[in-house]
């Protein structure tokens, strides 16, 4: 009796951990990571309106950006919509990728999606998707919510070599460990700014320009720094 237990609740956390799992990804029938070129949202869009201008269609990216929301289409389809790095994406799940209906606004993915041109125009297909844990990305540009500084270090204690100024504009060029400040969870990221200084300075004050601020969670295993 006590081995048939043992295997019902084996069965139930492998069902429970798949379930999760498959909450934090969907790609379609024959996917493959292969075909898909990393680019920012903005750069991909760019570079397929290039390749249609020379009677060039279906081209594969991959980009890094934050969900914002989806809608269902007349049709029975759905579309999502995307932001990062000053850009936005709106792409259609219609080719049959599963996505979750409840996911949060400013969830952190990775989308897999290409380009064809069906009405005289191109427009993106959703292929895949994943989601990620980093709080920003590398290579993205981002906006200071408030008076920020940049340290030498990843830590604040370390020397104080520059600040970013509110509204101000810099670009991700590492990501640090994730700690929490101020009552956010976030992680130390390297940044450079416009006049090309470098520095390390706290996400959670960093926003890609849709972003709205909302309480975030404290976990347990994380000691909160009390001032950036």
Request: charged residues 25%.
């Amino acid at each position: 009796m006590k081995k048939k237990i043992a295997f019902f609740v084996l069965m139930l956390f492998c069902l429970l951990t798949a379930e999760a799992q498959s909450a934090r990804s969907g790609f379609a029938d024959g996917f493959s990571i292969d075909r898909y070129e990393k680019k920012t949202l903005g750069d991909a869009y760019e570079t397929a309106q290039r390749s249609y201008e020379r009677g060039i269609s279906g081209e594969h990216f991959k980009s890094y950006c934050h969900f914002i929301n989806q809608f269902d289409w007349s049709n029975g389809g759905t579309q999502g919509r995307f932001y990062g790095d000053d850009s936005y994406l709106a792409g259609d799940f219609t080719k049959g990728v599963p996505f979750p209906k409840d996911i949060p606004p400013f969830t952190s993915l990775i989308i897999y999606y290409h380009f064809e041109a069906p009405y005289y125009a191109i427009f993106p297909y959703i292929d895949g998707w994943e989601v990620v844990n980093e709080a920003r990305f590398v290579n993205q540009k981002y906006i200071a919510t408030d008076n920020l500084k940049i340290r030498e270090s990843p830590s604040l204690s370390a020397k104080q070599i520059g600040r970013l100024v509110k509204a101000e504009c810099a670009t991700v060029i590492e990501l640090g460990k994730d700690v929490i400040i101020d009552g956010i969870e976030s992680a130390w990221v390297k940044v450079r700014t416009k006049d090309g200084a470098e520095g390390w300075c706290f996400a959670g004050y960093l926003t890609d320009g849709t972003e709205y601020r909302v309480p975030m969670w404290k976990s347990d295993d994380k000691a909160e720094e009390k001032t950036k």
